[in-house]
């Protein structure tokens, strides 16, 4: 379950963030911007990142605030699941990331995997939606709903992308590597290899 304190001050956030964008009135821009500030306080005081980071974080989001997307491709082999290795914390994670204007989620999942592992998929179905804050990953300063495509390998070989990734192979479910839970959990993981097993189960989602 989220945190409290990171759900007001994300809420808090949301609601500064539609306030700048469409109010035209300056004393009511001005207190949406003492929200904003309030919201850069409650992040800083509870974790470890400083407040003006923060603040270019907020700042850089404008308009009406929208759950960001993050989409990640499910490709089995031999019964074992495509992971590659982060190069930001050195742990594995399903390739994807975050979702690019102008590319559908199919069209993302085959771009990430491409990227990531080396290897040209065509994407099959889709296996769940999920909302970030039911799971158990670190706390984020974004709302952050997750859509895992699974594709099957049409080509190519495994490659590591070297700004990204460091290493990519498969793994079985009881030989699971150290995960980059900021990415996906282990959960996650076997709700996927239950969906391997089962076929017909039906699309997962929060």
């Given at each position: 379950m989220q945190l409290k304190w990171l759900e007001w001050a994300k809420q808090m956030q949301a609601i500064s963030q539609a306030g700048l964008e469409y109010s035209r009135d300056v004393y009511d821009i001005e207190r949406f911007q003492q929200l904003r500030e309030l919201s850069i306080e409650i992040m800083q005081q509870y974790t470890e990142v400083e407040s003006e980071q923060i603040r270019e974080l907020f700042a850089a989001e404008t308009g009406y605030a929208t759950p960001k997307v993050d989409v990640r491709g499910v490709v089995f082999r031999d019964n074992k699941i495509l992971m590659v290795k982060e190069k930001i914390d050195g742990h594995w994670s399903l390739p994807g990331g975050w979702a690019d204007i102008g590319l559908s989620p199919k069209e993302i999942a085959i771009k990430e995997v491409r990227e990531e592992s080396g290897y040209i998929v065509e994407p099959i179905r889709l296996l769940g939606v999920l909302d970030?804050?039911?799971?158990a990953h670190p706390p984020s300063p974004w709302h952050v709903y997750k859509i895992f495509i699974l594709c099957e390998i049409a080509g190519g070989e495994a490659t590591t992308n070297t700004t990204e990734t460091t290493e990519v192979g498969f793994f079985a479910e009881d030989?699971?590597?150290?995960?980059?839970?900021?990415?996906?959990?282990?959960?996650?993981?076997?709700?996927?290899?239950?969906?391997?097993?089962?076929?017909?189960?039906?699309?997962?989602?929060?």
């Open positions: 970030k804050k039911f799971h030989a699971l590597p150290p995960l980059s839970v900021e990415r996906n959990t282990e959960q996650q993981i076997r709700t996927l290899f239950e969906h391997l097993r089962n076929p017909q189960l039906p699309v997962f989602c929060d």
